[in-house]
């Protein structure tokens, strides 16, 4: 049984998640909208475009209707061994808004593939904005990732970079291409647990995890 603790550090994530989410849809309107009358989101709020009733709606709505997580299938060897080289149904944390406050260093996430935007990839980010990347090939300079920018990498040694589509083939990745975190992968039915991430995202994961978990769910779910 899900203590009350845990219910209220869940109810937190969820209020934080829904007002994020409520605060980037209306922002994406009001960009359509204002773009040709020099105004930005914030001013538009300011000035009684966007009420305080529709934003407190799409934040509730989310809070009592939504849920912080989804099921994604992963196939291919790019993230082995914590997903099976067979694939494995992952529950995946929501991540409405990635920066580096929400996402960190070691956490396996979902991004969009930049190659297919209608593809997603699962991989491990290595670095965010600030780091120097450095290259094994003296020949390659080294450089700094600039701001929202990060570097993914797949957990599987073996592969070459072709094979391992990741940031060693296309370079660094935008931040806003990131869906979410991997909390949970279900290889089948009796091999299955949470996903090693970084300290700090299991730690905030942990009340997410304990109340929205169905293993049940994922098993028939799971493609075999």
């Excluded at 209306?26 to 009358?37: A, Q, T, V």
């Excluded at 396996?108 to 593809?119: E, G, L, T």
């Excluded at 990060?150 to 592969?159: G, R």
């Excluded at 291409?177 to 279900?186: A, E, N």
Aim: glycine share 6%.
């Amino acid at each position: 049984m899900v203590s009350l603790s845990t219910w209220c550090r869940y109810l937190v994530h969820k209020i934080e998640y829904s007002f994020t989410l409520g605060w980037k849809v209306f922002s994406c309107k009001c960009s359509l909208y204002y773009s040709n009358r020099n105004l930005d989101v914030k001013q538009s709020y300011k000035r009684g475009q966007i009420s305080d009733r529709e934003l407190q709606d799409a934040v509730w709505k989310n809070v009592f209707q939504g849920k912080l997580t989804y099921l994604h299938w992963s196939k291919g060897e790019a993230m082995a061994p914590t997903i099976g080289e067979q694939g494995g149904t992952l529950l995946v944390r929501k991540i409405p808004s990635a920066d580096p406050g929400r996402v960190f260093v070691g956490d396996v996430i979902v991004m969009k593939d930049p190659d297919d935007s209608d593809n997603y990839l699962v991989r491990r980010l290595a670095a965010t904005e600030g780091y120097e990347m450095l290259s094994k090939d003296e020949k390659d300079e080294p450089f700094v990732l600039e701001k929202d920018q990060c570097w993914v990498l797949a957990d599987n040694e073996k592969l070459k970079p072709k094979e391992a589509k990741d940031s060693r083939l296309f370079g660094p990745v935008p931040m806003t291409g990131i869906v979410g975190r991997v909390i949970y992968c279900l290889r089948t039915a009796v091999d299955h647990g949470p996903v090693q991430n970084s300290h700090y995202s299991m730690r905030k994961d942990s009340p997410v995890l304990e109340v929205e978990l169905d293993v049940d769910d994922m098993v028939k779910n799971h493609k075999s």
